[in-house]
């Protein structure tokens, strides 16, 4: 993408928590700054379902107040492990955090236009760049877990280390893909903000762990046909392949393409974000119509 000189994020702040292991192993249990609890659990999680499996152990923990073992405080925000410095500073310290801020400033554009069409204010985001393991008010928020989106204190947690991890080990290079990333989290805002992540919590709440997990899809899917509407509205900044790029991220983070990596096995009823089909067709529909609306077929019903 060709972003240029336009502008960084101003919702963006910096915190060196504590490393754990390097890197992204995905796997593993305990360790890491984890509490032994709840880092065994996620170690076990991982093992069987992949990261999408992971993801929703910390949402229902989050829910049921099981969070304690991370280190967290139910729903309140938790301090960081460090004077964070100003926005600028961060945005400027090396490249893939400038492209990250670069990124969520856009969304902040074009989600703010969209909003005030419908008469309403977009109150953004923050992003909280930290490195290894750091605290959100979700709980722990660990590198090795990937970017997630907290609703809590309404912030996205990334290590920008993982944009490696996604062009090394799943083959999703460009800088197209790691801006799908960071959209489609601020999809997930999209949902609290427009309450439909209330919703599916309240529906999950009201059914057994497969039809849980359906439900779980039907909202990353719309968080993925979320990141295509913003896409939609940066074509003019979009070079040739970025949407290419976009599809394979799409591709390597779907519940088959991870299970049959880490487990050699797919288990369609522990799905949790969608196939990579679904992810893929998600992230077009959002592209191809450019209108929030259209996102609207994942959470009919609700």
């Known amino acids: 993408m060709r972003f240029g000189g336009r502008r960084s994020s101003e919702n963006v702040e910096f915190r060196e928590g504590g490393e754990g292991r390097r890197g992204f192993g995905f796997g593993g249990g305990g360790g890491g700054g984890l509490g032994g609890g709840a880092g065994m659990l996620i170690g076990l999680v991982f093992s069987r379902f992949g990261i999408g499996g992971v993801l929703v152990l910390v949402l229902v923990l989050y829910l049921i107040g099981g969070l304690g073992d991370f280190g967290g405080g139910g729903q309140q925000a938790v301090a960081p492990t460090q004077q964070r410095p100003a926005a600028a500073r961060t945005c400027a310290s090396e490249p893939a955090i400038t492209f990250a801020c670069q990124t969520l400033a856009s969304t902040e554009d074009q989600w703010g236009v969209l909003f005030t069409a419908i008469g309403r204010t977009y109150e953004p985001p923050r992003m909280v760049i930290f490195r290894g393991v750091d605290r959100s008010g979700c709980g ?24 490696e991890e996604l062009a090394q080990r799943f083959a999703a290079p460009g800088d197209f893909a790691q801006a799908y990333v960071v959209a489609h989290e601020v999809g997930h805002h999209i949902q609290t903000v427009t309450g439909t992540s209330e919703r599916i919590r309240q529906a999950q709440s009201a059914v057994r762990e497969g039809e849980a997990n359906a439900l779980q899809v039907r909202m990353e899917l719309q968080a993925d046909c979320y990141a295509g509407i913003w896409a939609a509205r940066e074509r003019s900044a979009m070079e040739p392949g970025d949407l290419e790029e976009g599809m394979t991220a799409a591709a390597a983070i779907g519940d088959d393409t991870l299970q049959r990596a880490t487990q050699g096995v ?8 969608g196939t990579a089909a679904q992810r893929q067709e998600a992230l077009m529909r959002g592209y191809r119509s450019g209108d929030p609306a259209a996102c609207d077929v994942y959470t009919q019903g609700l």
Not at 145 to 161: E, N, Q, V, W
Not at 267 to 273: N, Y
């Open 140 to 163: 722990t928020a660990d590198a090795r877990m990937g970017p997630f989106y907290c609703p809590a204190d309404r912030s996205i947690y990334l290590d920008t280390r993982f944009f």
């Open 266 to 273: 797919v288990v369609p009823e522990s799905f949790t974000h």
